[in-house]
């Protein structure tokens, strides 16, 4: 707290203390306070602020949920379609993987990656 307090001011620092700190509301309030000079008339001004950020936060922490669920389900999907075509293969079904991936139906967009994964996997 004291090297805060000491340090120079900076816009991205002020920013960051309202928005994106993860320090407590009256932790806020004493680095606003004491090193910005900014008093609050009334609580509800620093209280809807912080509330503000968290929204952010939250938000952020949403969006990257999202995200990684898209993403583990490209690779779950990627991953039966190699197991399909490893096992069509197995049981001699067919002897090649063009062959294996046009009996699934496989789109031309994903064979790249199918073949990516079966190349690593053998």
Same mark, same amino acid.
């Given at each position: 707290?004291?090297?805060?307090?000491?340090?120079?001011?900076?816009?991205?620092?002020? !920013?960051?203390? !309202?928005?994106?700190?993860?320090?407590?509301?009256e932790q806020r309030i004493?680095?606003?306070?004491?090193?910005?000079?900014?008093?609050?008339?009334?609580?509800?001004?620093? =209280?809807?602020?912080?509330?503000?950020?968290?929204?952010?936060?939250?938000? /952020?922490?949403?969006? /990257? =949920?999202?995200? /990684?669920?898209?993403?583990?389900?490209?690779? /779950?999907?990627n991953e039966g379609i =190699?197991?399909?075509?490893?096992? !069509?293969?197995?049981?001699?079904?067919?002897?090649?993987?063009?062959?294996?991936?046009?009996?699934?139906?496989?789109?031309?967009?994903? =064979?790249?990656?199918? !073949?990516?994964?079966i190349q690593i996997h053998?």
């Amino acid at each position: 707290m004291e090297e805060i307090l000491s340090g120079e001011k900076s816009i991205m620092e002020y !920013l960051e203390i !309202l928005f994106l700190s993860q320090r407590s509301y009256e932790q806020r309030i004493e680095i606003l306070e004491k090193k910005y000079g900014i008093m609050f008339k009334e609580e509800s001004e620093m =209280r809807k602020m912080c509330t503000f950020s968290d929204a952010i936060w939250e938000k /952020g922490i949403n969006i /990257g =949920r999202e995200e /990684g669920q898209k993403h583990g389900v490209k690779i /779950g999907f990627n991953e039966g379609i =190699r197991r399909s075509v490893m096992n !069509l293969m197995k049981n001699h079904v067919t002897s090649n993987i063009e062959e294996a991936m046009d009996l699934l139906g496989v789109e031309t967009s994903l =064979r790249p990656d199918i !073949l990516k994964s079966i190349q690593i996997h053998e």
